[in-house]
């Protein structure tokens, strides 16, 4: 059973995020702590919480390849798993700053929590009293769409639907360690899509497709743009690019890029819709 809530993000609190943070903070998306199982406060879960995080930043800082996993603790009431991962295309240091918010930010948002997550633009920072390493999890996820509608669904939906299977098929498979996967496609003569598709790369090939399968059948329809959000993995699509085209290209060059000129990363500012959905 899900419980459903909606939140409209205006476009107020677009620019006023916009306006009042930092070029190089990363831009929170949500974060789910199911508040059943709380630790006790100075206790060994808390120190060891402690250790984890920073032992994930510093991981994250010392250029981890956007991916690392930790383990604190020796027996199970105290043990803990973490780990991070941050979007495929971004540097060694804008991963960094995201994670070091989330260290910070997940204690805040998530206090005393024995099982949190927390997604930014950027990256994904989780921990929890079981181990997390290579299991595919699906919940909790989230999915944000553009509000504005597609013109011509029906061959909208083909392109997205094509575009979607040969980057979950090609970040799957994954290489150098990561599991991303970028595409451009034509739309119309004037507009082009943009899609993006990752998973941890701790999952098999299995796994991460069985994921992304998920993630496709439940993206927002309709939209000019929409999100979809789990522990293991992510897609996106938009009609305009926002990720970094030449970070992709120097990871694995699809065949795309050799005629394709990569596109300057614009950040739109847009009404966005959350839809949250959380296992009860
Ligand atoms: C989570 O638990 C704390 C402490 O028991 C409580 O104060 C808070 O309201 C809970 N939050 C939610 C969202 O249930
Ligand atoms: C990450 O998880 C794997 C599998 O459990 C383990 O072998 C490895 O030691 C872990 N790495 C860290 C830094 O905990
Ligand atoms: C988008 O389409 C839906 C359903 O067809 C409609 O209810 C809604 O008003 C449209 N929204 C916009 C912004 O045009
Ligand atoms: C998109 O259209 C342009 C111009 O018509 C063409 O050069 C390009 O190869 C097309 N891209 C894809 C991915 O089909
Ligand atoms: C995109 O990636 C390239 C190559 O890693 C980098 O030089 C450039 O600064 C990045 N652009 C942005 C906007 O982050």
């Given amino acids: 059973m899900n419980s459903w809530f909606t939140i409209s993000l205006s476009l107020f609190s677009f620019f006023f995020i916009k306006i009042f943070s930092t070029e190089a903070a990363p831009t929170y998306l949500f974060h789910a702590c199911p508040n059943t199982t709380l630790f006790t406060p100075n206790s060994a879960y ?69 099982v949190s997550v927390i ?67 034509n739309f119309t ?26 993630a496709i059948a439940g993206l927002p329809r309709g939209k000019q743009g929409g999100r979809l959000f789990t522990p293991s993995c992510s897609m996106r699509f938009e009609l305009y690019p926002f990720y970094n085209a030449s970070a992709m290209a120097a990871l694995v060059p699809p065949p795309s890029y050799l005629h394709s000129p990569s596109a300057p990363v614009t950040r739109r500012k847009g009404m966005f819709v959350f839809v949250i959905f959380l296992p009860l």
């Fill in 46 to 114: 808390q120190s060891n919480l402690n250790t984890l995080l920073s032992s994930l930043s510093s991981a994250a800082a010392d250029g981890a390849d956007g991916f690392a996993n930790a383990t604190v603790g020796q027996n199970s009431p105290d043990q803990l798993y973490g780990l991070f991962l941050c979007r495929g295309d971004v540097n060694t240091a804008t991963c960094s700053d995201c994670v070091a918010t989330g260290k910070q930010d997940i204690l805040q948002r998530c206090p005393n929590q024995r």
């Fill in 119 to 185: 997604w930014y633009d950027e990256c994904m920072l989780r921990y929890s009293d079981g181990s997390i390493y290579s299991v595919m999890e699906q919940v909790p996820s989230f999915k944000m769409y553009h509000t504005r509608n597609i013109t011509n669904p029906t061959h909208f939906m083909r392109v997205l639907g094509e575009t979607m299977d040969d980057i979950a098929a090609r970040a799957s498979v994954g290489k150098s360690g990561k599991k991303v996967a970028v595409a451009e496609a």
């Fill in 189 to 214: 003569s004037l507009q082009k899509l943009y899609t993006l598709a990752q998973c941890t790369p701790d999952l098999m090939v299995s796994e991460c497709n069985t994921c992304f399968r998920a």
